[in-house]
Structures are given as C-alpha cells and as structure tokens.
C-alpha cells in the first residue's frame, strides 16, 4: 500500500464518519488499518537503517603553539558504502578533524589555529585505524577506508535529488549528545540553505532544510532516509550536517552532492577514477 493511497483512505473516511454514512465500527476499524500501516511503515526505515548505521568517535591530539598537547574526542554518525575499489564508510570531515579552537578573552573571541598530531577512530566501539581516503573541509565531507565485517548499502539506495519536496517525509538515526542510536521523524522544509549559515561548513546549494525530530550534538552524519514514491523503498536522501540551536531545524547535505563527492575523491592510492557497485 502506497503512501498516498493511506492518505485518501484517511481523508474518505473521515468525510464519511461526518456525513454519517459509516457507522463508528468501520471507522474504529479503518483507522487501526492505518495505525498498522504506519507502524510496518516505520519497521521497514529502521530495519534499512539500523545495521549499517555507524556509531563513530574520532580521537584527536593536537597541540597549538607554545603549549602542551591536547585531545579531543568527537561524536557522530557514518554510514558504509560498497564501491569498486572497496568498502568505503561516507561521513562528516568535522567529525574526524579539528583545524581550529574558539576562545573567550578580554578583548573578545579569538581564534586559534591547532596542528594535528595523531588521529584514531572508535567504529561501533571498536578501535580501529583510520584510514581517510579523502576530507574537504569545505563541502565537509569525508571517506574512510572502511575494515571488514560491516554492513554496507550499495549505489541502489541512493535517493533520486528530484523526489526531495517540502513536506516530504524523513526520517534519521543519529547519537543524539552521544547517546544511544535513536530514530526521529521529521518533514523537508526548505529545499535550499538558509543564506545566513554560508561559510560556517555550510554550502546552500548543497544542503535542504529539515524541520521535527530535533537534531543535537552527536547527530552529525546521521542518514536522511526518505521512501522512494515509485517503489516505496527507503532511501538516502542526504547526512544530518547540523542545527540551530534552541530549535527543531536542522539541515542536510543532499545526497547527490554526496554521490558525486564519492566520484570524484574516492580512489584507490592517486587514480580519481570510481566504480560504485
């Protein structure tokens, strides 16, 4: 049963119920159908999107000059791809990197510039290398090599950029100030970038504005999944990128944006060339 289909059926049957024309048996009856439905509609997004969400915790020593070393550990979400020159998992450079600090002085905020030391990476818990393939701080965007065993999608769930609308339907899986992988629903608000985000890692044209589900720290890279209107099937229509603070809007990088990031970096030592399989 399609989407639209559910809505008609909810539409005629409340037109019915006040017209007098069905008794409250079969509304009770229809509405459990659709209560039903929601509930399988639900199921099917977080079995989609449950396995092959990776929990990621980047490890970070810098130092800034004149003063000791540091470390930072930064939260987020990644997800994993099959491509021809391997698993590739596909996720936020902000999570893996750290180019500068933000302090409070006398005379006002300055900003600091760091030096990486040494970066690790936490998949699920686990210790691992990390491996990066390719970073841009500017689209904010990055591809690990990714180690064995996981569950990956494939070029098959990418949504189609046209089918993104205001008022479509996503939904998203994140680790909501760190804590355990939750799923929130919300609606496409905006198919642009506010304006007034531009330069903060924020592209306009790359991104689209969400609104519901409320995103936090620890959201970032999480995968905005949305049902294909052909077919139904849940699909990736773009990675949680950030929010504003003390509201429920949050905005996305779009998922071709994404496919053609993978394109062009993803390579094997220094070929620019790829096969999404």
């Known amino acids: 049963m399609k989407k639209t289909s559910a809505l008609l059926t909810l539409g005629l049957t409340a037109l019915l119920s006040i017209s007098g024309c069905i008794n409250s048996n079969d509304y009770n009856s229809r509405v459990r159908e659709l209560l039903k439905f929601e509930r399988y509609r639900v199921e099917r997004i ?11 915790e980047a ?39 750290l180019h500068q600090l933000e302090r409070r002085t006398s005379i006002g905020k300055i900003t600091i510039r760091v030096n990486l030391n040494n970066r690790a990476i936490r998949i699920n818990n686990d210790d691992k290398p990390l491996e990066v393939i390719a ?8 591809i690990l090599k ?6 990956c999608y494939s070029e098959e769930d990418f949504g189609n950029i046209e089918d993104l609308y205001v008022g479509k339907e996503i939904f998203f899986y994140g680790t909501p100030l760190g804590q355990e992988l939750t799923l929130r629903k919300g609606i496409i608000g905006s198919l642009k970038g506010y304006e007034i985000l ?11 504005i969400y609104a519901g589900g409320t995103s936090f720290p620890g959201d970032s890279g999480s995968i905005l999944l949305g049902e294909d209107p052909k077919t139904g099937e849940p699909k990736i229509y773009g990675v949680s990128q950030g929010m504003f603070s003390s509201t429920n809007l949050g905005w996305g990088i779009r998922v071709d944006v994404i496919r053609e990031f993978l394109i062009r970096e993803n390579k094997p030592n220094m070929s620019n060339e790829m096969a999404v399989r």
């Open 46 to 56: 977080l079995e989609k999107v449950k396995s092959k969400t990776l929990r990621l």
């Open 59 to 97: 490890v970070i020593e810098y130092s800034i000059i004149g003063s000791s070393n540091y470390t930072s550990e930064q939260q987020g979400v990644g997800f994993c791809i099959k491509t021809g020159y391997g698993d590739r998992i596909v996720t936020l450079e902000h999570i893996i990197n």
């Open 135 to 142: 970073e841009d701080e500017d689209s904010d965007l990055a």
């Open 146 to 151: 990714a180690p064995q065993g996981l569950d």
């Open 198 to 208: 531009k330069g903060d890692n924020m592209i306009p044209d790359n991104t689209f």
